[in-house]
């Protein structure tokens, strides 16, 4: 009898195991909370937030060997829609195929983030408590798109409310008066330091100088075309080790600074931004004489990243650098933007690394309508602008790139404020009448890799049938798991088999124009 009672009471732990193992998976799987559309035409969706709701994206678990789970979203209103599935031993194969093999490794990734603009912060603040939290949760929590990289202005930039520089009036080139200003205190630093406490990673910052101060240039301007005048060299290299001796008394620590922002822009006859030209010749002189020896004195630490441009700059300007003995000893990577890649063939960023291996390339800027004929700064909804950061992931990191940072987190209706008014478009747009943000296509797009491509992974060799119109990227993460980021900009679904040898294969649907993310074990 005794006995009898035994197997009873452990069988009823059993069942109760069974009931908490139950309950903790039903808990996780519900812990998602959907979108809340808005509709601005029939491919044209965004998803509302308040002070008191926003959707969060599912938290990823590789699931048990032999399984995959897929994450969709679609220009028809999916958002990160959960599906699961099982390899199989042999299927029938259709004429899309894809196949993956871990054995072929390529680079390893170093994260996705956005930049800590002025404007970013001024429209943020804007919205009640509450949705401000909401926001950064969006972004850097493991409910939302795990960033883990922030970029930050070494001053102001074009999406500032005015043109400034940390010592504008005081002409000293020993820089005694140099002081951060109110934009560092009220819409950089306090956010930098929120999204530190959200974020379950550390946070990898980037600084970046657009304009020195406009009496060092030789138009005397922060716009405009103009380079830097020669006797104030190193007053410029003084100029960024000051500000991040200033970020330092905030507990604040730079993993990288680059050698400015789009030095082609400062050498444009129409350029309205704030900028400084350089020459492949004159900016080789100031990293080689002055920028790298005092960056290395006062932060060995910090990784210096040449060029901050685009895709022309490659690899040509790398090469000019890269070939001056003093100079390229203290540059560790590149950084490249988005703005001009259709112009330019992206095997120039392979021929990069092919040329200089040790340099890893890092994507540091995008955005939409900066063009002149992009009419609608701001689309909200726009599902192809989500497709085109997708489509552009997936090449740039095919061709070695190691990760993204988009623009501003997050912009107003206009695509602003912006002082010289160069709106373009965000991820995320606020509404402060409403104390409303909309999460754009392009935030979901960037979150299937963000969520998926962690800092640490690596990625492996994908190749594709001949018919197969599914663009893709691949990684191993750093426990094992594989991510694999699918792109269908067809207006249809498309049946692909896939294919990875050590699990077998799967049968899987992509919709019509959709993203998806797909991890397995």
Known sequence: MA???SNVITRWKICLLHLLVLVNFLYNEVEAQNCIPRKYSFDSTVCVCNSTYCDVTPKVRAPLPGNFILYTSSRDGLRFEKSLGTFKSKITATRAT????????????????AAFTDSSGYNILSLSPAAQDL????????????????????????FSL???????????????????????????????????????????????????????????QLTGFGTLKEEYYRAYANYHVKFFDEYIKQDLKFWCVTTGNEPSSGISPINKINALGWTPVGQTKWIGQHFGPMMRSSYPNTCIMAIDDQRFSFPWWVTWIMKDKTASQYINGTGVHWYWDFVVSPTVLTTTHNLYPNLFILSTESSYGDKPWELDKVALGAWNRGEEYAQDMIISFNNWVTGWIDWNFALNEKGGPNWVNNFVDAAIIVNKTADEFYKQPMFYALGHFSKFILPGSVRINTSSSLLNPIEAVSVKRPDDSIAVILLNRRSFDVQLTFIDNDRGSALINVPKRSIISMIYR
């Open 3 to 5: 006995v009898q009672i």
């Open 98 to 113: 894809l196949r993956v093999n871990r054995n072929q490794t390529y680079q390893e990734f170093i994260g996705f983030g």
């Open 135 to 158: 926001l950064l949760k969006s972004y850097f929590s493991s409910d939302g798109n795990e960033y883990t990289m922030g970029r930050v202005p070494i001053g102001g930039t074009d």
């Open 162 to 220: 005015r043109g400034y520089t940390y010592q504008d009036n005081d002409t000293d080139a020993n820089l005694k008066s140099f002081n951060l200003t109110m934009e560092d205190y009220k819409y950089k630093i306090p956010l930098i330091k929120q999204a530190e406490t959200i974020t379950n990673r550390s946070l990898k910052l980037i600084a970046s100088c657009w304009s020195p101060p406009a009496w060092m240039k030789t138009n005397r």
